[in-house]
């Protein structure tokens, strides 16, 4: 069971969370402007990298807070967790 | 006491304390503190199973958790059945009652057996190349007679009445293994003041320190430093140790599961104590003690009952006092078969031969023996035995080089002692994904770099001696817990060369001889070889088709020597030939340990409104809805459900009906910013609802489909009531914390979840007004001040409430939301207060066919999560004059609006008698055979008493087009014809909703 | 008809499930319970009228006099009081936080409490719930939201041992027999 660290309540055990996707994708601010290639690419397009991850998270049940994390996939190593709204942490491969 | 080969004196076990047990129906004594397997051996009883394939007989070959071949049954009662259990762990107690496995009809004459005769023509892969045709005799004749007479054991046929339990525990350091190195990291880390758990899967700690006999450390017997320090630990208050418990599993960030047998071994258990506890361990630490397992010897008919690994041979002796023969052949590539054939030649036991494979031993274990006067063959291979279930001969011969032997001696005797030296146990490091490496002068893999915070120690990392794995486990433990501590162990043991072989041994006995490399899975160097001569090279492949390293053995013994037989005929270096992922388990759990409390009624939460009861008592027939018990109807006498259903919905559309609507979701959406916020997340426009009315809302997913509905009502300009469906209320909340969180931070509103802070009692009918007059105060009922999709405040009997007038019947209706605690007294009380106007309790089967008759959709039953508000007829709900919502520019995608999108219509039967499957087909043309071309699907299906046919909504492709059609479903008795109708079967006026 | 409903007439959701000694197991009284949550001005007038305040350090509560505040989340507090205070408590504090954005809903019955006391607390939590108990890693005062085996809880440690655990009504006669079952070697 991974043990994630919460950017607001610390090391937690997994049970306590929900994960959330691939963190960084903005919901664009006028969605009908979208063209349908953009709107795809929003919708639907993730990367799946061998690696570094940005992915969301969720404290479901501890704070509820979404947070953001930097998993290696082939580890299952956290990196980094940081608060919703905040940049990706640098360092680290892409 | 008869037991003729046990020792005069000596060994761990209780002497005074016999025991008496049975195996295969005879009765045996023993002593407590034996084993099965060493009071088998003590009677003199070596055929213990038959192996898995090949049926062979079999004996012990080890001393533990290793053991491949003594697998056994215990029985204590019907329920009580245990299968599979290494017979080398099982610990006697007064009564136990035990039997061999894969034999019929006993131990000594197996019919199965024929399987070893026939088995030059059942080699690796023989079942995927032969029971291939013809195809359709796998289903009827291969298959399950493969089945029979495959696998190990029987299951117990009774559920298991016994009692397990789970726990989570922390701790800074955990040390995996009670031997001499856990021992010492254990005394380091606890220096470091932290919560150190050692665990270790014996009856005692100490690990070999519990076979040992002339070692001394610090100037003390090991037995005596072995007291001492395991009561030094069990005074320290920061430490934990656990015995009987297998670390079984390295899981992620330093989680160890570790299954603690706590009854298995008491003849009386009492019933309240769990049989096994699993512990969910997370260390911050972790030291790897896990010790090491002694190598066999590959040579023919290596598998004869009788022949053991030397180490096995010298624990059998040192601690439970068994000799293993009476004249007995050594036959080692290692030094460690000297400190057993020492061990037993000073208990009197002869030994015939030494037979060592290496051209010039030497040492001082090697030089002790000979001091002995044990006749030792330098360059020598065993290559053969005789014996039918126990060994009477050794085949000894001299080694010519280049894998060539010179004419052999056969040895008389009656056991036979092998060792290739000692294989690091890297199992649970290997698990935590740490990487290993090949040790070409070990010729052994060994742990290299860590993935978790972790370090091995003692001999799993190749550091055999008593006195380095000492040291080792020393400085593992205190790096671990940050202790600065230091510690030097003196130690005077005969140590040897810690270097042994693997691989085959070479031998004349030609290509059919029998030399087994994994002893439970049966796999033969043949096999190997044979897999190899097919075009298998990576490891991985040979292991799948050969089986070699599988199953509840995981290669303990076998892993190596497969290795060195595969590079061997590869002619490549065994780190180019890999090693296979070694799984969890380390040895078998059980599902109870598994399932702890989870079983029975405390599997899942069972959630019960505040009405529950009520309805119980009142003889409801509830079904599952999610974690939900949801009353499905209220049967009177003798009603089915579908004569319950009619007379309930009759009786609400006649009179009025009540209804337990509590599970429904809710959610308070409050904030200066709620109506902004509902109109990104619903498709409806909110802005102008005004305070006091409802709005029925409909929620899509960014893709555009319909993932929930339900009725929003507005308390305050800045508070919203939103009802969710019952399933889908975690989900709701979740999305719009989701979209709240992290795409409109800025917005000022927030989301609580009132689901259970309400019951809801809906009342549905004409009559419900009249119910409800007399119960209410400060709500004017009356349809101008309460129309229908409004809500006001006030009290019943005294209560608050939310009172909603709402419909999903059709009928004159509202739904009463007071907290909970309340639920129950205000049914009670509208149900007196409906007496006089037939007021009828119904459930959720009535609530679905109520709502069919208005065309209502339930989501996730017309809905499959691909319809789009369209689809299924709620366009009119869109806001369309909003710039944005959830979901908005994915209906604006071309697809979403093709003409032959499937749509929601209603179908009518040509035969009103005939009720639909829901979840049958439709076509458009009756008489097809598959592939017909399906155009939709029916999704609700119902005998409508008061249309007295039935109804079904479906959606079909291009739907509303297709009004008045006549279509058809394909059933098993025909195309059943059936027409296109609008879906609003009752009352299509609405009229019926204002009474 | 008696218009009201006799005060006796409310039934809690583990009225009937009878306290466990052995176990130290017991069913908390009836309580008003709020969620609270707010911006900073909200969150200041809230304080002013609970005259003290919210714990802004994560997984901590404070209290005064049967009031108790619990940290739930970075803007989210659990206001726990005295059955009594009800209504009275909601008017005052949407009377104090006025305009100022804030969302105050009244979760009384959503949920119930069970008290968990004496030496086996912790060791009875533990069969259920994940985190570390030790008193170093869940100090007294602490408090946050966990799961215990399939149920999700609010954890709260008052003394060294003794919890309030808060779980949602349908969950709770889960949440008490699965401690009961994880003590039955004790009862």
């Known amino acids: 069971m991974l043990l994630i660290t919460c950017p607001y309540c610390g090391p937690r055990p997994e049970l306590e969370f929900s994960h959330g996707g691939e963190a960084h994708i903005a919901r664009p601010e006028k969605p009908s402007e979208l063209s349908i290639e953009d709107w795809t690419q929003y919708l639907y397009l993730r990367a799946n990298p061998k690696g570094l991850h940005a992915e969301r998270w969720r404290h479901l049940h501890g704070c509820a807070r979404f947070f953001n994390a930097l998993r290696d996939t082939t580890t299952d190593q956290f990196v980094a967790t940081y608060k919703a709204g905040e940049p990706r942490p640098t360092g680290g491969a892409a | 006491m008869n037991a003729p080969f046990r020792t005069a004196a000596g060994g761990r076990h209780d002497r005074g304390r016999p025991v008496s047990f049975s195996f295969d129906g005879k009765t045996y004594q023993g002593f407590a503190g034996d084993t099965l397997a060493s009071a088998l051996l003590a009677n003199g009883v070596c055929l213990m199973g038959r192996s898995f394939k090949y049926h062979r007989p079999r004996g012990v070959i080890a001393a533990g958790s290793d053991e491949p071949n003594a697998l056994v049954s215990v029985q204590r009662d019907a329920a009580r059945y245990a299968p599979n259990l290494r017979a080398t762990q099982v610990e006697l107690y007064e009564g136990l009652s035990s039997e061999s496995q894969n034999r019929w009809p006993s131990l000594a004459f197996d019919v199965g057996s024929v399987n070893n005769l026939a088995s ?8 995927y190349k032969t029971f291939m045709w013809p195809r359709k005799a796998w289903d009827r004749f291969y298959e399950p007679n493969i089945r029979a007479a495959a696998g190990l054991g029987r299951s117990p046929t009774e559920a298991d009445p016994d009692r397990y339990l789970n726990r989570y525990a922390h701790c800074e350091v955990l040390v995996v293994g009670g031997g001499p190195a856990g021992l010492a990291a254990a005394l380091a880390a606890a220096q470091g003041g932290g919560r150190v758990i050692l665990a270790d899967e014996q009856t005692e700690l100490g690990g070999s320190l519990l076979s040992a006999t002339d070692a001394t450390i610090d100037g003390k017997p090991s037995d005596d430093w072995l007291a001492e320090t395991l009561a030094s630990l069990a005074a320290l208050p920061n430490v934990t140790l656990l015995k009987r418990a297998t670390a079984f599993g390295y899981f992620a960030h330093n989680m160890i599961g570790v299954t ?4 298995d071994h008491l003849a009386a258990p009492n019933a309240a104590t769990p049989r096994e506890r699993l512990w969910n361990i997370r260390a911050k630490q972790v030291v790897l003690a896990a010790g090491s397992i002694e190598r066999p010897l590959v040579f023919p008919d290596n598998d004869r009952p009788g022949i053991l690994l030397a180490d096995a041979a010298r624990t059998y002796l040192n601690r439970y006092g068994v000799k293993p023969g009476k004249r007995v052949v050594v036959a080692t590539g290692h030094d460690g078969a000297y400190r057993a054939a020492l061990d037993l030649h000073r208990a009197g036991v002869e030994i015939a031969a030494i037979a060592d494979l290496r051209p010039n031993p030497t040492g001082p274990l090697v030089e002790a023996a000979r001091a002995a006067g044990l006749p030792i063959r330098p360059a020598c291979a065993i290559t053969g035995t005789s014996g039918g279930l126990r060994v009477i001969t050794a085949r000894l011969s001299p080694i010519k080089g280049a894998g060539q032997v010179g004419p052999a001696q056969i040895v008389p005797c009656d056991a036979v002692l092998m060792s290739g030296g000692f294989t690091p146990s890297v199992h649970l490091f290997s698990q935590s994904r740490g990487k290993l490496r090949w040790d070409q002068d070990l010729l052994t893999y060994l742990p290299d770099q860590s993935a978790e915070q972790e370090r091995s120690a003692g001999a799993c990392r190749g550091r055999f001696g008593l006195a380095e794995a000492l040291a080792d486990g020393f400085a593992a433990g205190a790096a671990a817990s940050g202790a600065e501590v230091s510690r030097t162990f003196a130690v005077e043991a005969l140590e040897g060369d810690p270097r042994g072989v693997i691989g085959a041994l070479p031998h004349d006995r030609g290509v059919n001889a029998k030399a087994f490399v994994d002893w439970q899975n049966d796999v033969t160097t043949k096999d190997l070889k044979l897999a190899v001569r097919e075009g298998f090279q990576s490891i991985e492949h040979i292991k799948r088709y050969t089986t070699t390293g599988m199953a509840t053995d995981q290669g303990k013994t076998s892993n190596l020597n497969a290795l060195g037989v595969v590079a061997d005929v590869l002619h490549k270096p065994i780190p180019e030939v890999g090693l296979t992922t070694f799984r969890m388990p380390y040895t078998p759990v059980t599902f109870g340990a598994l399932a702890g409390l989870a079983r029975g009624d405390l599997f899942d939460p069972v959630r019960a409104t505040p009405i529950h009861d009520w309805a119980a008592e009142q003889g409801a027939v509830f079904e599952d809805v999610s974690l939900w018990k949801r009353a499905r109807y209220f049967p009177r006498g003798s009603e089915d459900m579908e004569a319950a259903v009619r007379r309930e919905c009759v009786s609400v559309r006649a009179g009025c009906g009540i209804f337990d609507a509590s599970t429904l979701g809710k959610i308070e959406v409050v904030g200066p910013d709620a109506a902004e916020f509902m109109n990104r997340m619903y498709v409806n426009a909110w802005t102008k609802l005004g305070v006091g009315k409802c709005r029925y809302g409909v929620l899509c997913r960014e893709d555009g489909f319909v993932t929930d509905d339900g009725v929003v009502g507005r308390i305050a300009k800045d508070r919203f009531h939103v009802t969710t469906t019952t399933g889908g209320a975690p989900r709701v909340l979740g999305m719009m914390e989701d979209y709240l969180q992290t795409e409109w931070p800025d917005l000022n509103v927030w989301l609580t979840s009132t689901t259970e802070q309400w019951a809801v009692i809906a009342l549905q009918g004409p009559n419900a007004r009249r119910i409800l007059e007399g119960l209410v105060e400060g709500i004017d009922l009356s349809p101008e001040a309460l129309p229908h999709m409004s809500l006001a405040e006030g009290r019943i009997r005294g209560v608050p409430t939310r009172l909603f007038r709402v419909s999903f019947s059709g009928e004159l209706g509202f739904e009463i939301n007071v907290a909970a605690d309340h639920g129950r007294a205000v049914w009670e009380a509208v149900w007196a207060a409906g007496q006089p106007h037939g007021l009828t309790p119904y459930g959720t089967e009535t609530m679905h066919v109520l709502r069919a008759e208005k065309g209502f959709i339930i989501v996730g039953q017309e809905t499959d999560g691909t319809a789009t508000p369209d689809d299924v007829g709620l366009t009119w709900a869109v806001g369309k004059a909003k710039p944005d919502f959830v979901g908005k520019r994915s209906l604006a995608r071309p ?57 079904a909504l479906a959606m079909v492709s291009g739907g509303r087009a297709r009004l008045g059609e006549s279509l058809y479903s394909p059933s098993p008795v025909g195309d059943i014809p059936v027409k296109v109708v609008p879906t609003v079967f009752y009352d299509p006026e609405g009229a019926r909703v204002n009474g | 008809m008696d218009k009201t409903l006799a005060p006796n007439a409310a039934r809690g959701a583990l009225d009937g499930f009878t306290a466990a000694p052995a176990l130290g197991l017991a069913a908390a009284c009836p309580m008003t319970r709020f969620v609270l949550r707010g911006r900073a001005e909200a969150l200041a007038a809230a304080e002013a009228e609970l005259g003290f305040l919210l714990p802004r350090q994560a997984c901590r509560a404070a209290s005064l006099d049967g009031r108790h505040a619990l940290w739930l989340g970075p803007d989210e507090w659990l206001i726990l009081a005295p059955l009594a205070d009800g209504p009275a408590l909601g008017e005052a504090l949407e009377a104090a936080m006025g305009a100022h954005p804030h969302s105050l809903v009244e979760i009384s019955q959503r949920q119930t409490a069970i008290v968990i ?11 259920g719930c994940p985190l570390d108990l030790d008193l170093a890693a869940f100090p007294v005062g602490m408090c946050t939201r966990t799961v ?4 999700e809880i609010g954890l709260w440690r008052r003394a060294p041992d003794s919890f309030h655990i808060e779980v949602w009504r349908s969950f709770s006669p889960y949440v008490w027999r699965f401690l009961e079952a994880a003590g039955a070697e004790y009862a």
């Open chain 2, 260 to 263: 603690e047998r706590l009854t």
């Open chain 3, 117 to 127: 006391s004496g030496p086996r607390a912790t060791g009875l939590l533990n069969v």
């Open chain 2, 895 to 951: 697809a979403m609006s093709e003409p032959d999108r499937k749509q929601l219509v209603g179908l009518y039967t040509d035969d009103g008698a005939v009720v639909l499957e829901e979840g049958a087909q439709i076509v458009a043309t009756a008489g097809q055979t598959p592939p017909m071309r399906l155009i939709g699907h029916v999704t609700s299906s119902y005998y409508s008493a008061v249309l007295g046919r039935s109804i």
């Open chain 2, 120 to 127: 030059p023509f059942i080699p690796a892969g023989f079942y």
């Open chain 3, 148 to 151: 215990f085996a399939k149920a």
